[in-house]
Protein backbone atom coordinates (compact mmCIF):
# COMPACT_ATOMS: atom_id res chain seq x y z
CA UNK A 1 0.00 0.00 0.00
CA UNK A 2 0.93 3.85 -0.68
CA UNK A 3 -0.43 6.67 0.89
CA UNK A 4 -0.64 10.14 -0.84
CA UNK A 5 -2.21 13.00 1.09
CA UNK A 6 -3.34 15.60 -1.47
CA UNK A 7 -4.62 19.29 0.51
CA UNK A 8 -7.30 19.81 -2.07
CA UNK A 9 -9.09 18.14 -5.11
CA UNK A 10 -7.24 20.78 -7.23
CA UNK A 11 -4.11 19.24 -6.41
CA UNK A 12 -4.86 15.98 -7.54
CA UNK A 13 -3.23 14.15 -10.16
CA UNK A 14 -5.82 14.18 -13.24
CA UNK A 15 -4.09 11.63 -15.06
CA UNK A 16 -4.70 8.62 -12.63
CA UNK A 17 -7.23 7.54 -9.89
CA UNK A 18 -6.43 5.39 -6.45
CA UNK A 19 -7.59 2.15 -5.96
CA UNK A 20 -9.10 4.03 -2.89
CA UNK A 21 -10.43 7.52 -2.29
CA UNK A 22 -10.94 9.19 1.14
CA UNK A 23 -12.55 12.25 0.77
CA UNK A 24 -12.32 14.50 4.03
CA UNK A 25 -14.53 17.87 4.25
CA UNK A 26 -14.14 17.91 8.47
CA UNK A 27 -15.87 21.51 8.59
CA UNK A 28 -18.65 20.66 7.31
CA UNK A 29 -19.74 18.11 4.64
CA UNK A 30 -17.86 14.43 5.57
CA UNK A 31 -19.03 15.40 9.05
CA UNK A 32 -22.29 15.98 7.72
CA UNK A 33 -22.38 12.84 5.82
CA UNK A 34 -21.33 10.40 8.58
CA UNK A 35 -23.62 11.94 10.62
CA UNK A 36 -26.80 11.77 8.14
CA UNK A 37 -26.22 7.57 7.60
CA UNK A 38 -25.74 6.79 11.29
CA UNK A 39 -28.90 8.61 11.65
CA UNK A 40 -30.58 6.55 9.23
CA UNK A 41 -30.48 8.46 6.08
CA UNK A 42 -31.08 5.66 3.34
CA UNK A 43 -28.57 8.10 1.69
CA UNK A 44 -26.67 10.90 0.40
CA UNK A 45 -26.45 12.17 -3.13
CA UNK A 46 -24.07 14.45 -3.82
CA UNK A 47 -24.37 17.35 -6.12
CA UNK A 48 -21.69 19.81 -6.79
CA UNK A 49 -24.04 22.23 -8.96
CA UNK A 50 -27.24 23.33 -7.48
CA UNK A 51 -29.33 23.05 -10.40
CA UNK A 52 -28.38 19.69 -11.20
CA UNK A 53 -29.06 18.94 -7.45
CA UNK A 54 -32.85 20.76 -7.69
CA UNK A 55 -33.47 18.61 -11.95
CA UNK A 56 -32.42 14.81 -9.86
CA UNK A 57 -34.48 15.29 -6.69
CA UNK A 58 -37.89 16.51 -8.42
CA UNK A 59 -37.68 12.52 -9.58
CA UNK A 60 -37.47 11.33 -6.47
CA UNK A 61 -40.77 10.84 -4.20
CA UNK A 62 -41.16 14.02 -2.17
CA UNK A 63 -42.04 12.39 1.23
CA UNK A 64 -38.17 10.41 1.00
CA UNK A 65 -36.16 13.45 -0.19
CA UNK A 66 -34.58 16.32 1.68
CA UNK A 67 -32.57 18.84 0.08
CA UNK A 68 -29.81 19.96 1.72
CA UNK A 69 -26.81 22.57 0.74
CA UNK A 70 -25.06 25.60 1.73
CA UNK A 71 -23.11 28.25 0.06
CA UNK A 72 -20.61 30.15 1.71
CA UNK A 73 -21.41 28.28 5.23
CA UNK A 74 -25.09 30.03 4.66
CA UNK A 75 -27.99 27.20 4.09
CA UNK A 76 -29.50 27.68 0.26
CA UNK A 77 -32.54 29.87 0.78
CA UNK A 78 -35.50 27.14 -0.35
CA UNK A 79 -33.93 23.94 0.61
CA UNK A 80 -35.46 22.04 3.67
CA UNK A 81 -31.27 21.99 5.59
CA UNK A 82 -28.39 23.39 5.23
CA UNK A 83 -25.11 22.15 6.23
CA UNK A 84 -25.37 21.50 9.94
CA UNK A 85 -24.46 17.62 11.35
CA UNK A 86 -26.45 18.63 13.97
CA UNK A 87 -29.81 19.05 11.89
CA UNK A 88 -29.32 15.41 10.96
CA UNK A 89 -31.23 13.54 13.83
CA UNK A 90 -33.35 10.79 13.08
CA UNK A 91 -36.48 12.02 13.28
CA UNK A 92 -35.36 14.72 10.44
CA UNK A 93 -33.72 12.16 8.16
CA UNK A 94 -34.52 8.57 9.06
CA UNK A 95 -35.31 6.45 5.72
CA UNK A 96 -34.86 9.78 3.60
CA UNK A 97 -32.12 10.85 0.75
CA UNK A 98 -30.47 13.49 1.18
CA UNK A 99 -29.98 15.96 -2.23
CA UNK A 100 -26.43 17.34 -0.93
CA UNK A 101 -24.25 20.32 -2.46
CA UNK A 102 -22.03 22.20 -0.43
CA UNK A 103 -19.26 24.41 -1.15
CA UNK A 104 -15.68 22.17 -1.75
CA UNK A 105 -17.22 18.75 -0.26
CA UNK A 106 -18.91 17.83 -3.03
CA UNK A 107 -16.97 19.23 -5.15
CA UNK A 108 -14.13 16.84 -4.14
CA UNK A 109 -16.68 14.29 -4.25
CA UNK A 110 -16.81 14.99 -7.88
CA UNK A 111 -13.31 14.94 -8.51
CA UNK A 112 -12.28 11.59 -7.79
CA UNK A 113 -15.94 9.86 -7.95
CA UNK A 114 -14.17 7.63 -10.82
CA UNK A 115 -11.60 5.72 -8.27
CA UNK A 116 -12.30 2.21 -7.69
CA UNK A 117 -13.53 2.50 -4.38
CA UNK A 118 -14.53 6.08 -3.00
CA UNK A 119 -15.37 6.65 0.95
CA UNK A 120 -15.32 9.71 3.08
CA UNK A 121 -13.65 10.63 6.55
CA UNK A 122 -13.72 13.39 8.93
CA UNK A 123 -12.78 13.25 12.56
CA UNK A 124 -15.92 11.80 13.99
CA UNK A 125 -15.73 8.76 11.87
CA UNK A 126 -11.13 8.46 11.50
CA UNK A 127 -11.19 5.19 13.01
CA UNK A 128 -14.24 3.51 11.01
CA UNK A 129 -12.17 4.73 7.81
CA UNK A 130 -8.46 3.67 9.19
CA UNK A 131 -10.10 0.14 10.09
CA UNK A 132 -11.73 -0.15 6.15
CA UNK A 133 -8.22 0.68 4.76
CA UNK A 134 -6.27 -1.65 7.13
CA UNK A 135 -8.67 -4.53 6.28
CA UNK A 136 -8.67 -4.21 2.85
CA UNK A 137 -4.96 -2.65 2.11
CA UNK A 138 -5.97 -1.06 -1.32
CA UNK A 139 -2.37 -0.60 -3.48
CA UNK A 140 -3.11 2.86 -3.36
CA UNK A 141 -4.86 5.26 -0.89
CA UNK A 142 -5.68 9.42 -1.49
CA UNK A 143 -6.91 11.32 1.66
CA UNK A 144 -8.24 14.32 -0.17
CA UNK A 145 -8.92 17.90 1.67
CA UNK A 146 -11.75 19.73 0.04
CA UNK A 147 -9.86 22.72 1.25
CA UNK A 148 -11.43 25.81 0.26
CA UNK A 149 -12.28 26.82 -3.06
CA UNK A 150 -9.51 25.73 -4.26
CA UNK A 151 -7.04 26.95 -1.35
CA UNK A 152 -5.91 24.64 1.75
CA UNK A 153 -7.85 23.92 4.95
CA UNK A 154 -6.01 23.01 7.93
CA UNK A 155 -8.57 21.12 9.23
CA UNK A 156 -8.75 18.73 6.41
CA UNK A 157 -4.81 17.91 6.24
CA UNK A 158 -4.94 17.02 10.37
CA UNK A 159 -7.68 14.81 10.04
CA UNK A 160 -5.42 12.99 6.92
CA UNK A 161 -2.68 12.90 9.30
CA UNK A 162 -5.06 11.37 12.09
CA UNK A 163 -6.06 8.62 9.43
CA UNK A 164 -2.55 8.03 8.32
CA UNK A 165 -0.64 8.09 11.67
CA UNK A 166 -2.38 4.76 12.63
CA UNK A 167 -2.45 3.34 9.28
CA UNK A 168 1.76 3.89 9.59
CA UNK A 169 1.40 2.60 13.04
CA UNK A 170 -0.11 -0.44 12.53
CA UNK A 171 1.59 -2.01 9.01
CA UNK A 172 4.94 -3.94 9.27
CA UNK A 173 6.14 -2.71 6.15
CA UNK A 174 8.69 0.03 6.88
CA UNK A 175 7.02 3.44 6.86
CA UNK A 176 9.07 4.77 3.59
CA UNK A 177 7.27 2.09 1.60
CA UNK A 178 4.53 3.51 2.23
CA UNK A 179 4.73 7.14 2.31
CA UNK A 180 3.73 8.47 -1.03
CA UNK A 181 4.02 11.77 -0.92
CA UNK A 182 5.50 14.42 1.63
CA UNK A 183 2.28 15.29 2.33
CA UNK A 184 1.64 12.61 4.37
CA UNK A 185 4.58 13.59 6.71
CA UNK A 186 3.23 16.74 7.02
CA UNK A 187 -0.49 16.02 8.04
CA UNK A 188 1.01 13.54 10.60
CA UNK A 189 2.97 16.70 11.84
CA UNK A 190 -0.14 19.04 12.10
CA UNK A 191 -2.46 16.41 13.68
CA UNK A 192 0.06 15.65 16.22
CA UNK A 193 0.17 19.37 17.28
CA UNK A 194 -3.02 19.90 17.28
CA UNK A 195 -4.93 16.49 18.24
CA UNK A 196 -5.56 17.57 21.87
CA UNK A 197 -7.11 20.87 21.00
CA UNK A 198 -9.00 20.44 17.67
CA UNK A 199 -11.65 23.35 18.62
CA UNK A 200 -8.78 25.10 19.20
CA UNK A 201 -7.20 24.97 15.84
CA UNK A 202 -11.08 25.50 14.54
CA UNK A 203 -10.91 28.63 16.15
CA UNK A 204 -8.14 29.30 14.11
CA UNK A 205 -8.83 28.08 10.64
CA UNK A 206 -10.40 30.35 8.45
CA UNK A 207 -13.23 28.10 7.71
CA UNK A 208 -13.60 27.81 11.60
CA UNK A 209 -13.70 31.60 12.02
CA UNK A 210 -16.16 31.98 8.98
CA UNK A 211 -18.68 28.94 10.85
CA UNK A 212 -18.09 31.32 13.89
CA UNK A 213 -19.23 34.48 12.27
CA UNK A 214 -22.51 32.56 11.68
CA UNK A 215 -22.76 31.46 15.17
CA UNK A 216 -21.85 27.66 14.49
CA UNK A 217 -19.83 27.20 17.56
CA UNK A 218 -22.05 24.14 18.42
CA UNK A 219 -20.93 22.73 15.01
CA UNK A 220 -17.50 23.76 15.39
CA UNK A 221 -17.44 21.01 18.81
CA UNK A 222 -19.53 18.30 17.44
CA UNK A 223 -16.77 18.09 14.26
CA UNK A 224 -13.75 17.93 16.11
CA UNK A 225 -15.38 14.87 18.66
CA UNK A 226 -12.81 12.09 17.63
CA UNK A 227 -14.25 8.52 16.77
CA UNK A 228 -17.59 9.23 18.06
CA UNK A 229 -19.20 7.23 15.05
CA UNK A 230 -18.40 3.90 14.06
CA UNK A 231 -19.90 4.24 10.71
CA UNK A 232 -18.57 4.40 6.77
CA UNK A 233 -19.61 6.03 4.16
CA UNK A 234 -19.00 4.28 0.87
CA UNK A 235 -20.15 5.49 -2.48
CA UNK A 236 -22.51 2.70 -4.33
CA UNK A 237 -22.62 4.35 -7.79
CA UNK A 238 -21.23 8.34 -8.53
CA UNK A 239 -21.93 10.55 -6.54
CA UNK A 240 -24.36 8.40 -3.54
CA UNK A 241 -23.01 7.65 -0.86
CA UNK A 242 -24.66 4.79 1.37
CA UNK A 243 -23.67 3.43 4.90
CA UNK A 244 -20.84 0.26 4.72
CA UNK A 245 -21.97 -2.63 6.29
C1 LIG B 1 -17.89 22.86 2.19
O1 LIG B 1 -18.23 21.93 1.46
O2 LIG B 1 -17.22 23.80 1.80
C2 LIG B 1 -18.28 22.92 3.65
O3 LIG B 1 -18.88 21.76 4.03
C3 LIG B 1 -18.94 24.21 3.98
C4 LIG B 1 -19.72 24.22 5.27
O4 LIG B 1 -19.15 24.28 6.35
O5 LIG B 1 -20.94 24.18 5.24
Redesign the pocket.
Given at each position: MKLFVYHTPEATPSDTLPDCAVVI?V????T?IATALDAGAEAVQAFSDLELLRQESENYPVNKRLRAG?RG?KKVEDFDL???PLDCTPEVVQSKRLFLS???????LKRVENSATLITAAQINRQAAVNYILERQPETVWLVG?G?QGSYSIEDTACAGAIALPILNRLEVSQPDLIGNDEVIGAIALYSRWEKDLVGMFHQAS?GK??LDLN?IE?LKYCAQTDTLNILPIQSQPGVLVKHT
Open positions: DLRATTEGGNSTTNGTRASWHRLCD
